[in-house]
């Protein structure tokens, strides 16, 4: 898994829902067919788009939030009770979306049920499209699986209505969608999705096209997720050779794919090769001197592949360091649960129970609030930790692991 996840564009669908698009008729909204009318259309538009603006505006204003946000919602249901269709969907999707990005997201959901009824979005207009998939956004960040599935299946079948089923704008939304699924923990529906969404946008774009690399590297990512690094490696050099000649050695994309290629090989054993793509990571990070712990993300990585490796002892200095990452935000999930594991089979091999189970515990934890309770990594953190109690209670151990295959 990437240690910063790749940018996120308009994006994918469900397993079947791609394929299977129905779409029914809809009204039509009505045209505007005098040239007063048009005129008058085009003043009231601007004159919300400027209302709309100085709200937005004003809210990043110390302590005029609510105030202006009321503002804005009033601007919104204005533009809804006026013929300005595509403006009112356009309006409504853009503030959800401004709100989802700000992690603002009771009202990202305020604004997006309330656009979900207005009359522009019952009505013949390309841009629901647009506004359904980053509804499927916020579901997902407010891990609603079951609504998050509905907003793509939407998006998707919308896309494809006005787009069409090869268009640029469903493959994106059929990335979403895979990526959101393997979120949520469904591994294998995302690696068929977006199997054949990259079909589809090889087909159709060409294999040197960047947003086939960016389907590589999720792709990759859900196949790491899966157990499967073999194939996930084909995928991540084949991006790394192809945006090292794009971007140039030093590019942030670049030290994602490094990251990534890195992580395959360690998942394979290999670590003499993770070790050369982690230092990769470093350097490029050391040039592009950017906010957040980039660098330190890869110090981390480096120190836990020794340690793993056994290049690295496991003493109390070593402990002591890569102990409390496994509590800190700012370092990938994937790399606190690796951390969690390798100390709690060391703690374990000293014989301390307790130890190790906290350590199994903690990345049971770790896995379930990033990936759900369905996800592969949860599964086997839950299962390790019933393997564990099982040398102490063997009842519990088995109440433990059944618990885990729910």
């Known amino acids: 898994m990437p240690i910063v996840r790749e940018p996120r564009r308009l994006s994918r669908v469900a397993f079947a829902l791609a394929m299977l698009v129905v779409v029914l008729p809809l009204p039509k909204a009505q045209a505007q067919t005098a040239s007063q009318g048009q005129q008058q259309l085009s003043d009231s538009q601007a004159a919300l788009t400027d209302r709309i603006d100085a709200a937005y505006k004003l809210m990043m204003d110390a302590g005029r939030f609510d105030e202006d946000y009321a503002q804005l919602r009033a601007t919104l249901l204005d533009a809804a009770r006026s013929d300005l269709y595509e403006f009112t969907v356009e309006s409504y999707s853009n503030a959800g979306a401004t709100f989802l990005n700000n992690q603002i997201l009771d009202n990202a959901e305020e604004i997006f049920a309330e656009g979900l009824k207005t009359r522009a979005m019952q009505l013949d207009v390309a841009k629901r499209a647009d506004f359904y998939l980053n509804y499927a956004m916020l579901k997902q960040a407010e891990k609603d699986y079951q609504g998050f599935v509905s907003m793509c299946a939407t998006a998707t079948n919308l896309y494809a209505h006005y787009r069409g089923k090869e268009s640029q704008e469903l493959m994106y939304a059929n990335d979403v969608l895979a990526t959101g699924i393997a979120v949520f923990g469904q591994i294998a529906s995302a690696i068929n999705i977006e199997q054949r969404n990259l079909e589809m946008a090889e087909r159709v774009t060409g294999t040197d096209d960047r947003f086939i690399w960016k389907l590589q590297n999720n792709l990759a990512d859900m196949l790491r997720q899966m157990g499967a690094p073999t194939r996930a490696l084909q995928y991540d050099l084949n991006v790394l050779e192809k945006r090292t000649a794009y971007y140039g050695p030093n590019h942030f994309n670049v030290l994602v794919s490094a990251n990534n290629t890195a992580q395959d090989y ?26 957040g712990n980039l660098i330190e993300q890869a110090d981390a990585w480096l120190l836990y592949t020794r340690a793993l490796s056994g290049a690295q002892p496991l003493d109390d200095p070593t402990i002591a360091y890569l102990q409390p990452l496994t509590n800190d935000a700012s370092y990938p999930e994937i790399l606190a649960i690796k951390i969690a594991n390798l100390l709690a089979a060391h703690f374990a091999a000293l014989g301390d129970t307790e130890n190790s189970m906290s350590q199994l515990d903690r990345a049971y934890r770790i896995a379930e609030s990033k990936f759900g309770v369905v996800h592969p990594l949860t599964f086997a953190a839950r299962q390790a930790m019933a393997n564990l109690k099982a040398k102490t209670d063997p009842a519990a151990a088995g109440r433990r692991f059944r618990r885990s295959r729910r």
């Open 266 to 291: 360690l998942d394979l054993g290999k670590y003499d090769e993770a070790l050369r793509y982690f230092r990769q990571d470093r350097d490029i990070a050391v040039v592009l001197k950017q906010e």
